[in-house]
T-cell receptor
Framework: DTEVTQTPKHLVMGMTNKKSLKCEQH?????MYWYKQKAKKPPELMFV???????INESVPSRFSPECPNSSLLNLHLHALQPEDSALYLC??????????????FGQGTRLTVV | KNQVEQSPQSLIILEGKNCTLQ??????????LRWYKQDTGRGPVSLTI?????NTKSNGRYTATLDADTKQSSLHITASQLSDSASYIC????????????FGTGTRLKVLA
C-alpha cells in the first residue's frame, strides 16, 4: 500500500465552524506533513511531524491546529477560518524526516472552501 | 537563498510530440531532486528522484537529467499523450539541518489532440 489517504475530498465551511481534515498512511512512514496550496502556486509547508512529535511549524496561524494521534494518522483541526484560507490542503508522508533519499508521497488533497 | 526556478511557466504541445522542462536550483546543501506530476486539484505524484551522483533516470516516457555542477535538471517527455496535461513540479531537498523540500513554481503543460 503506497497510498496517502485524505478525507474529506471537498469541504465547505463557514467562518464560525469547527472542522477537521484527516490523513492516513500505512507505509510505516515516520514523517508526516501538511501543505497548503493555492491555485497555480506550489505547495507551502505548514507543519511537519516526526515520530508523532511536531518538528516544524512554519508560523501557521493558531486557527490551524495539527494533531498526530499515532504514527499512521495526521489531523488538521480548523476553527474560525477566513475566506483567504480556501485552498487545497495536501498531506504527505516520507520514511524519515532528516534521512537522505526519502521520497514524499502525497495524498489527493482536500479542497477547502471557507464561506 | 534557497530557490528552485522552472521554465517555461507554461507549455502547449501537440499529442505525440516531445518536450523538455527545465529546473534550476540554488539549494545548498543539496540532497536530492524530485520531479512530480500534479493534475489540477489533485496531489502531486512522484515521477523520479535523483541524488547527487545520478545523471539520468527514466520512468517510462519520462526521463530526468541532473547536472549537479551547474545545478540544473531537466524532464524530457517522449511521445506526449493527452493525459500528460498537468503541472510538473521540481522539488529539491536540502541535505542537512532542517530537512525541507524546496518547491519550484511548476510548469503547466497542455497536450492538444
Amino acid at each position: 500500500d503506497t497510498e496517502v489517504t485524505q478525507t474529506p475530498k471537498h469541504l465547505v465551511m463557514g467562518m464560525t465552524n469547527k472542522k477537521s481534515l484527516k490523513c492516513e498512511q500505512h507505509m510505516g512512514h515516520r514523517a508526516m506533513y501538511w501543505y497548503k496550496q493555492k491555485a497555480k502556486k506550489p505547495p507551502e509547508l505548514m507543519f511537519v511531524y516526526s515520530y508523532e512529535k511536531l518538528s516544524i511549524n512554519e508560523s501557521v496561524p493558531s486557527r490551524f491546529s495539527p494533531e498526530c494521534p499515532n504514527s499512521s494518522l495526521l489531523n488538521l483541526h480548523l476553527h474560525a477560518l477566513q475566506p483567504e484560507d480556501s485552498a487545497l490542503y495536501l498531506c504527505a508522508s516520507s520514511q524519515d524526516f532528516k534521512g537522505r533519499n526519502t521520497e514524499a508521497f502525497f495524498g489527493q488533497g482536500t479542497r477547502l472552501t471557507v464561506v | 537563498k534557497n530557490q528552485v526556478e522552472q521554465s517555461p511557466q507554461s507549455l502547449i504541445i501537440l499529442e505525440g510530440k516531445n518536450c523538455t522542462l527545465q529546473c534550476n536550483y540554488t539549494v545548498s546543501p543539496f540532497s536530492n531532486l524530485r520531479w512530480y506530476k500534479q493534475d489540477t486539484g489533485r496531489g502531486p505524484v512522484s515521477l523520479t528522484i535523483m541524488t547527487f551522483s545520478e545523471n539520468t533516470k527514466s520512468n517510462g516516457r519520462y526521463t530526468a537529467t541532473l547536472d549537479a555542477d551547474t545545478k540544473q535538471s531537466s524532464l524530457h517527455i517522449t511521445a506526449s499523450q493527452l493525459s500528460d496535461s498537468a503541472s510538473y513540479i521540481c522539488v529539491v531537498s536540502r541535505g542537512s539541518g532542517t530537512y525541507k523540500y524546496i518547491f519550484g513554481t511548476g510548469t503547466r503543460l497542455k497536450v492538444l489532440a
